[in-house]
T-cell receptor, first 109, second 113 residues
Framework: EDKVVQSPLSLVVHEGDTVTLNCSYE??????LLWYKQEKKAPTFLFML????IEKKSGRLSSILDKKELFSILNITATQTGDSAVYLCAVGVNNDMRFGAGTRLTVKP | SQTIHQWPATLVQPVGSPLSLECTVE??????LYWYRQAAGRGLQLLFYSVGIGQISSEVPQNLSASRPQDRQFILSSKKLLLSDSGFYLC????????????FGSGTRLTVV
């Protein structure tokens, strides 16, 4: 059975802190790993990772994939209150994507 | 550019009533279409996916069904809703199976009372 496990489930930090969100997976026929940010409604796409060791960056967010150890991390530096959201990790397998339960990040002023 | 529309945004239905949620995609042909459900505090659970007209694959047994009457239309239905059907339903599309990212619709919050 395919598994995608995210940790921690929830996290509360203060503005300016740096956070690391984790995603580990056990799947057959891995094709890609994606990170999404979900605020109130539909998740919005952040990163897609297919190769190990290559960091992807977008502003204060960055992510990297380790296909040997089967995990990915999402880093957010200098957090802002607007970063408060649920961050979803999803792994593309065969015909669809398997989602983790998400990490709820709360950034306090 | 491609867009995905999902409606209604919110729905309150009594137990035992029927359900029909609709999703349409514009700006692309032969998309892969998906219905996900997100229960409170849980991840997204795949319900159905479709790779073409009339082709529906179901991931979990349930009292829901899906149909794809047209290339860019995906419908989620139920003949009789249960309380446990309450949740946030998301439609999504993708170009490449399992490889490219999904684009999600805006979601439907269903409350069965």
């Amino acid at each position: 059975e395919d598994k995608v496990v995210q940790s921690p489930l929830s996290l509360v930090v203060h503005e300016g802190d740096t956070v690391t969100l984790n995603c580990s997976y056990e799947v057959t026929n891995f094709r890609s790993l994606l990170w999404y940010k979900q605020e109130k409604k539909a998740p919005t796409f952040l990163f897609m990772l297919t190769s190990s060791g290559i960091e992807k960056k977008s502003g204060r967010l960055s992510s990297i994939l380790d296909k040997k150890e089967l995990f990915s991390i999402l880093n957010i530096t200098a957090t802002q209150t607007g970063d408060s959201a649920v961050y979803l990790c999803a792994v593309g397998v065969n015909n669809d994507m398997r989602f983790g339960a998400g990490t709820r990040l709360t950034v306090k002023p | 550019s491609q867009t995905i529309h999902q409606w209604p945004a919110t729905l309150v239905q009594p137990v035992g009533s029927p359900l029909s949620l609709e999703c349409t995609v514009e700006g692309t042909s032969n998309p892969n279409l998906y219905w996900y459900r997100q229960a409170a505090g849980r991840g997204l659970q795949l319900l159905f996916y479709s790779v073409g007209i009339g082709q529906i694959s179901s991931e979990v047994p349930q009292n829901l069904s899906a149909s794809r009457p047209q290339d860019r239309q995906f419908i989620l239905s139920s003949k009789k809703l249960l309380l446990s059907d309450s949740g946030f339903y998301l439609c999504a599309w993708s170009e490449t199976l399992g490889l490219s990212g999904f684009t999600f619709g805006s979601g439907t919050r269903l409350t069965v009372v």
